[in-house]
Structure formats: C-alpha cells, structure tokens
C-alpha cells in the first residue's frame, strides 16, 4: 500500500492531472474484474455502471479500477493477484466462472476483500457472494408476454443451462400461462452469453416460429434489432436497452448492482465488513424493472405493477404452489413457496413447458 | 519515385531485425494510441514491458506467471512452424488444444478419485492423442479429397468449442457443482494435479514439455534430414518431390505433429493453471501461436523469444488496464499492431528499397 502511493502519484503527474487525488489520505481501493467488455450493453455495462455510481457516490474517498475481458481460469487468478498486489482494499469479481479464482487467490491475500458475482464458495472469511433473485423479474415480464401475445408463442434465448437460465424460463412461464392458458413457450439454447450474430439468429428462427413475443437471458441487444425489423416485442436483458424503446423493448430487468457495491464499499470504510452471502432481488432494489412503454396496454401495465410490488412486499412469491414438474411429479403443493435451496439448483421445468433441458 | 526490387538472395540481416524494427514500430504506434486515448504513453509503455519485470511491486508474482502465460503460446507455435515452414497451414491450434484438454480430462476423470502415479502420464498421452486425432481430421481431408486445411481446421475450432461446452455442461460436469456448469478440479487433486515445479520461474510439467519442444525442433531443423525436406517442400514443392519427399506424408506428419503439441498445450493447462474443463477453457492460445511462430520467424529459438514478448503484452496490458484504464480493447491492438509491422517490415527481407527514377528498371 505505502509503496504504491509514491507510483500512483507519479502517474497521476504523468498523467497531466496534477497533485489533487492521490496525495490525500488513503483513498479505499475497489478494483472489479470483468468477464465482458464494458461496451457490451448489458452484463457487464451494468457492472460498471455501478463501479461509477460507486466513484460518484464516495467521490475522492475512494479510487477504481477495472480490468474487461478478463478470461475465466488462470488469467482471472493473475489479475485479480495483480489487483491485490497494487493495493485493492476490496475486489468485485463479476462472473460465475471467477469462482475458483477468486478463493485461490482470496487466501493469498487475508487482508483484501473479495466479493464474487453469482457462486456459492466462500471457503475464506475474506469472501462473500451476491447474486440477484432475476426469476422475480421474470415473473413481471412473463405475465406482460402472456397478456401481448397473439399467437401465443413466446419465443426465449436461452444462453447456457444451468440453474439461474432455467429458473427464469419457469418463472416467465408459470406467470404468462397464469394470464393466458394457450401459450406456448420455444426455448432456444445458444450456448453463449455474448454472441450478437448467434443471438440474431436465434431472434430470427423464433420469428419464423411465429413468436411474436421474445424474451432473452443473453447480453446483446442483436434480438432486439432484429425484433425491431419483424414488428415483435422484447424485454431489455440486464440492461435497460431503452435505446430500443417504446418498441420492440416495451419493458426490461436491470441488474442495479450499485446499491450493493456501495454499501459494501462503505463496509470496508468503516471496518465492517463481514463475509455474508447476498441474494436480493426487487425490493432492495438489486433486480430493477425498466419503465413499461405505451405498447402495453394500461391495464396490463398496472397488473404487472402490481405483481412486482407484490414480490417486493413479501406477499407473494413467484414460485408458490400448486406447481408439478414437467413430468407431471409434484413439486409445490397448494400454497407451497420453493425454498432457495431447489431454487438454486433448479434442473428441471416446470408443467406445460415442451422440450428438454439441453445436457 | 520509390520503388520495391527483389533481392536476389533474402536479407539475412533483415530475417532478425526485421522483428526488432517491428516490436519497436509497435511500440511508438502504442504510444500514439495511448496519448489519442488520453493516457500518458510512456507510462503506457512502461507498465506492459517494464513493470512486469521488474517495478518492485509486480515482478516477483509477474515473472513466473510470464512462463506460465508463454509456455503454452510457444509449445503450439512450435508445432504450428513445422507445418509452416512445409506449406501446411495448421490455423485450427485452438481446437486441438481444447480436445487435448478434454481427452486428457476425460481420462483423469473417468479414474476419479485414483491417484495413482500412472493417471498423470496416462492423461497427458490422452491430451497429445486428442490433439492429433482433431489434427488428422483435416489433414486425412487434404490428403483424400484436397480440401484445403486452412479451412477445415478453422471451422472445427468452432465445433470444438461447441464440444467444450457440451462436456462442460453434461458429461465432465462435477456432480457435486450444485448443477452449474464446469468438471472437478482437476489441478487440486493429486494424482490429476500438474503442479509448478519451481516457484520462482513459474515452471510445471507444461514449461518442461514447452522447453524439450524447443531443443527438439532445433535439432530437427539444424541437423536431421525431416527438418531439410520440411523446408524444401515449402520453399520448392517440385524439387521436393524429385528429393524423394511424399507431400501427403508431411501434411499428415505436420498436422498430427501440431495437433500434438496443442493437445499437449491444452492437458497441461486444463490440469495446471485453468484446473477444471469450464465453457470457456480456451482463451485464443491456438489463435496467438500463429503471431508468435511468425514472430519468431518460424525458428525454435525466435519462437521462444516472441512466447515472452506475447506474454509480456498480455501480462503488462492488464497492469496497464489496472494502473491507467487503457480498455482493453487498445491492448488487442497493439498484439495486432505487432502482427502487422512484422508483415510490413519482412517486405525487407526479400525486397529492397530503391530510390530515384526507373533506370535501375533496365537492369545492371
């Protein structure tokens, strides 16, 4: 830390920004690892948008830094031991696949605090996990597409099979069926989650399925161009994709991490920070719904208020039986809530949806 | 008037400047760039070649991680110049590293939890036999029907990629991963582990296979007749064949040989620095290995260098991310650079400049 000042000064300086920041007293350090690029729009555009409400919010109590496109495995290990090593105070690993990295590297480095995005290690004491409830969100926008559309498929890009994609995909379903007894949902698997001409293509073959509502749990806002062509509706993906409204995007989920990145920045002020394992969704803010546009209709918009205000009060659950599982076995009986441990490792659908779970 | 005249013997001097001319075109094009984005170039500069090496505070981690981030850089673009150097464009590396990976993964797996002192070995033999089997597929295509190898062994990057997945999420996945996607890993159970050898150089069994590579390609090269008929069937494909040189039986051996090496490349990473078999276990290593063997001007020991000098860039540009928010978007440019001012300068190695009018054009 003391050895790094005397250098960061030296290239503030370099840098042409004068004497001001650096050589005040100790700024905290946040450092964030991304999996994306910054531009991309919608995972990791968001992560760094709350890495600025962070700088905004603490102003020159505390410094940033970040490095984008940061492979999962041993690239991630070495600069997140790059981080440690240049003085960060607490370090933002935003990517599943960081987990292993983000523990090796945690128990080199007691004294630095390690935050990592949507796993489920903590195996130091200098490490928490925080996800967002998105299935909730879902929930909102399942029961708008159920209400919009006419020919009653709904067409989903779906990126990798794993638990939080398939939550979504049920959560979206359960509440557009609610609303609309006839749907049908077409699952596409593309295997990635950043991938604008595959997620394109994919918008694409749902159209000529005869979707005329997508919803998608990939990062591109390629769909939504495509969407925009072929006259069908979607829902931003982590990000608002509000450059697309009133339509195709007539509503959205956004990932807010800026709440909790600021809180737990502050933590690390004021010496309090704890390993914790974080899961929010609506109510504190962590999933966001984007304004709902004019092509919904206000009836529909008020239901889905409704809904989402329901979530975020405690009354109702998005997951609360009775719900059977795809092969018909129960799983939720009458007024039943999924508790976060089957949540968590969802591996199945829910009854009514077709197709399988890609393995 | 300047003009471009083929030399009549290719410029020795300028086969090993031609690299130095370029590493320091990149370097001035870098702080171009850097000072265009705001940042200030020299310590742009200073942070991707200099502080990994040797600022107080990063060097002793980031020495070591050089080897680790070069190693399998060099041990595919050994592979990769046989090939070139026979006219045998092997540009799929990056598929033969990821079936390397999961073939020797698969083994170590499927003997879950043996840690017998043979599943090490086994694996490896498993990761160099994955590489080549991807390998022979274009090569068996080229040699049976002339497809050009070029483009098969790219587009089965994309099919392997799309196997990684497939075993990252159903038949490698850790049963006991709570159901998301990614295989046990492999580099924290002994018997599977590849662990580094030498703390302080960063060197595992990959390095060591990395620098037998080396000595073994220089050798072949300099002093064995299959290093001579490489280089004839590049540089005269009909001589060679009059030399007695069978092209099918270099395109099969080159590929195989390249596949090899990636397999190799991608079980030694998989077991050792990655650990587990994940959705996206590549990281381009395949692809990078093309700049580094031209880099290296297709030389074993050039090879060696330029694996540093890449691994140097990558290591450096994340510190330059991290101390300055250079995005990285302007490190890949400056690897592309690189590439580029390579091509630009060998122009030298086998033209010369001329100045003035045409009257050189009537000849001498």
């Known amino acids: ?359 | 008037m300047i003009r471009l005249e083929p030399r009549p013997v290719p410029s020795r001097l300028w086969r090993v400047a031609a690299p130095v001319l370029a590493v320091a075109l990149t370097m001035v094009a870098g702080a171009v760039l850097f000072a265009l984005l705001g940042k200030d170039p020299l310590a742009g500069l200073r942070l991707i070649f200099w502080d990994p090496l040797f600022d107080p505070q990063f060097a002793a981690y980031a020495r070591p991680q050089l080897m680790v981030k070069a190693g399998p850089l060099i041990l595919i673009a050994i592979g990769l110049a046989m090939g070139f150097r026979a006219g045998v464009w092997n540009i799929g590396a990056e598929g033969q590293y990821i079936l390397g990976a999961l073939a020797g993964a698969a083994v170590g797996l499927a003997f879950y939890p043996s840690a017998s002192p043979f599943l090490f070995p086994a694996m490896v033999l498993a990761g160099a036999l994955g590489g080549w089997a991807w390998a022979m597929i274009p090569a068996i295509l080229k040699v049976r029907f002339n497809t050009s190898e070029i483009l098969v062994s790219l587009l089965l990057v994309y099919v392997a990629e799309k196997l990684l997945a497939a075993a990252a999420l159903g038949w490698l996945r850790n049963p006991e991963g709570a159901g998301f996607p990614g295989s046990r890993n492999l580099a924290r159970h002994p018997g599977t582990d590849n662990p580094v050898l030498i703390d302080a150089i960063g060197l595992h069994w990959g390095g060591v296979t990395t620098i037998l590579a080396v000595i073994a390609a220089q050798i072949l090269l300099a002093r064995h007749v299959g290093g001579f008929q490489l280089r004839l069937m590049g540089e005269a494909p009909r001589a060679a064949r009059f030399a007695g040189v069978v092209p099918g039986r270099v395109t099969i051996l080159c590929l195989g040989l390249s596949g090899a090496l990636a397999g190799l490349a991608g079980l030694f990473e998989v077991t050792g620095p990655a650990g587990q078999i994940s959705i996206d276990f590549n990281t381009g290593y395949g692809f990078t290995a093309i700049i580094v063997a031209f880099l290296g001007r297709l030389h074993p020991i050039g090879i060696l260098l330029a694996g540093f000098l890449m691994a140097l860039t990558y290591i450096g540009g994340e510190l330059a991310q991290l101390m300055l928010g250079v995005p990285a978007a302007a490190i890949l440019a400056f690897q592309g650079m690189l590439l580029f001012f390579l091509l630009a300068v060998d122009v030298l190695t086998g033209y010369r400049f001329r100045f003035g009018r045409g009257r050189a054009a009537h000849g001498h």
């Open chain 1, 1 to 359: 830390m003391t050895r790094l000042i005397p250098t960061l000064a030296g290239f503030t300086l370099a840098a042409g920004l004068g004497l001001s920041a650096a050589a005040q007293d100790d700024p905290v350090k946040a450092a964030f690892v991304y999996v994306g690029s910054i531009g991309d729009f919608g995972w990791t555009y968001e992560h760094n948008e709350s890495r600025l409400a962070v700088e905004e919010h603490f102003g020159d109590a505390v410094e940033t830094s970040y490095v984008e496109n940061v492979p999962e495995g041993a690239d991630a290990e070495r600069v997140m031991t790059q981080m440690a090593l240049a003085g960060a105070d607490i370090i933002f690993t935003t990517s599943f696949g960081y987990m292993d990295a983000t523990n090796n590297v945690a128990a080199k480095f007691p004294d630095v605090k390690f935050e990592h995005a949507t796993g489920y290690r903590r195996d130091h004491p200098n490490v928490s996990t925080y996800s967002a409830r998105f299935y909730e969100g879902r929930a909102v926008i399942g029961h708008i597409a159920g209400h919009m559309t006419e020919s009653n498929i709904v067409g989903y890009i779906a990126s990798y099979p794993i638990p939080e994609v398939i939550r979504g995909i049920n959560s979206a379903y359960l509440h557009a069926k609610a609303v609309n007894p006839d749907v049908d949902f077409r699952v596409v698997w593309v295997f990635t989650w950043f991938d604008p001409a595959v997620e394109a293509e994919a918008a694409q073959a749902l159209i000529d399925q005869g979707a005329d509502v997508i919803m998608q749990h990939t990062d591109s806002t390629a769909p939504m161009t495509v969407m925009a062509e072929a006259g069908v509706i979607g829902f931003g993906q982590a990000s608002d994709m509000a450059a697309f409204a009133p339509a195709p995007r007539v509503a959205s989920i956004i990932d807010n991490w800026a709440p909790y990145y600021i809180d737990r920045v502050q933590a690390v002020i004021d010496g309090t920070w704890e390993s914790t394992d974080t899961w929010d969704g609506i109510a504190p803010g962590m999933v966001e719904l984007g304004e709902m546009t004019d092509a919904i209709p206000a009836d529909v918009r008020a239901s889905a208020q409704a809904i989402a205000e329901s979530i975020a009060a405690g009354d109702y659950h998005p997951f609360t039986g009775p719900i059977a599982r795809q092969d018909g076995t129960l799983w939720l009986d009458v007024g039943e809530v999924a508790d976060d441990g089957t949540m968590l490792g969802m591996d199945f659908y829910v009854e009514g949806l077709s197709g399988e779970i890609p393995n």
